[in-house]
């Protein structure tokens, strides 16, 4: 065992690590948790999804784990071994909860070997207004592992820090504007006169019988009360539904839809320019074409699901302000309910900041089985990429298969990492191709004429695969 001094290092030749944060606990003194950071070459975080701490407790690639507080000890799992090769540090961080770490008697950190216990080092941490300390690193120095002493501490706490290091930090959020049209759309004009081709009719499952003279426009309840702009957007929008439907034969069809946000914590900038927001209102209008009462079944996740209010076409304008929101990383500290909460808004807090698409896909196709309905069901979902559970998510989508959904992936941004979603269309052993998936750089820049044809090209090929295999009935 070596008794590190600040700036001094000890080689690592363990394969596996416990980096242990303890302290002496008493009246007043505050609480104290442990964090890590994956850094690169350039001392950044790549993403979020690098920052191990108590809301997201294990990294992706599963080489960093948070093991959790016991009494005054809070520990991390470090697998050196499975590391990725563009990390180069691992910094081992502190953040005090109701005080500073000058009130955090007998700070010290304690590198151990994971499999035989042994000690490597032993750091005593001397810190005094800090509220985040960057205790020590595990770093790379030729094809080796070594650890350092480092000791430096933040006045602003672990969202300082983390920031620092590159993480998005979501600010307490403004008060939220309805969604407005996206800036490629003509302003509101005549309503759009029929197409010029009659596609052929032909019976859908669960669906009225076709007009073949021109796509029928379903009025949804409560669509007069939205105000004024919002409503002949949803009519310009329902009209381009209808006739993205009758191109492909399928005018008429009735369907459950059911949208899907990514919630991760790489999402933030796209909720923070209200992208997001216009999304969710140009889905609406597939759920006011396709369902037979307009409303829309909502999930948000990231690493863990949760269930949204339905989104009804006469709530529209307040159910965007109150429920389309991402996850505060401002709140590390603060594990209190937020006071602003709504009834009914979720605290994002609980969903945390990871890619858990499986858990999700899970938890819609139990609803789903709950909830039958004798029509098809589309499940229309969002992310921004950054999947890794691609095991975990193809099983999913593999048992989904004998059941009436079909799953349209949508990628949102320049972030990439759609893993298995991207292979789905062309993985054999299928009774029925039952997903779809494309990626867009900017949505505003996807007229809804593009948008709409995207998102059901596949569906109607879906509906007659289902139909010949007794899927749909």
Known sequence: MTNLSKGSNVPVAANAVRAVLAWTGGPGVPGVDASALLLTAAGRVRSDVDFVFYNQPQHPGGAV???????????????????????????????????????VPGLQLR??????????????????????????????????????????????????????????????????????????????????????????????????????????????????????????????????????LAKRGISGLTARVVLVLDASGSMTPLYDKQLVHRVVERMAAVAAQLDDNGDMQAWTFASTPARLPDLAIADMPQWISLHVRCGKLSLFGNRKPPRDLRPGQIDMRTVGIQNEEQKVIAEVRSYIRAQPLPVPTLVLFFSDGGVYKNGEIEQELRAAVEEPIFWQFVGLGTRSGYGVLERLDTMAGRRVDNVGFFAVDDMDQITDPELYDRLLSEFPAWIDEATRAGILR
């Open 65 to 103: 784990r948070h093991v959790g507080k016991r009494g005054d000890f809070d520990a991390l799992e470090v697998n050196l071994a499975a590391v990725e090769g563009d990390i180069e540090r691992i910094a081992v961080c502190a953040s005090a909860d109701g005080g500073t770490f000058g009130q």
């Open 111 to 244: 590198l151990i070997d994971a499999a035989s216990d042994a000690e490597i080092a032993h750091f005593d941490i001397v810190a005094g207004p800090e509220t985040a300390m960057w205790c020590g690193e595990l770093y790379r120095r030729g094809g080796a592992w070594k650890f350092r002493a480092v000791g430096q501490g933040w006045s602003s706490g672990l969202a300082g820090l983390a920031t620092d290091f590159g993480i998005t930090v979501e600010k307490e959020p403004a008060p939220q504007v309805v969604a407005t049209a996206p800036p490629n759309l003509p302003p509101p004009a005549a309503p759009m006169p029929p197409p010029a081709y009659a596609a052929p009719a032909r019976p859908v499952p669960g669906g009225p019988t076709p007009v073949a003279s021109q796509p029928g426009i379903r009025l949804t309840k409560g669509e007069e009360r939205l105000p004024v702009d919002m409503r002949k957007r949803l009519s310009l929008r329902k009209e381009q539904v209808a006739v993205s």
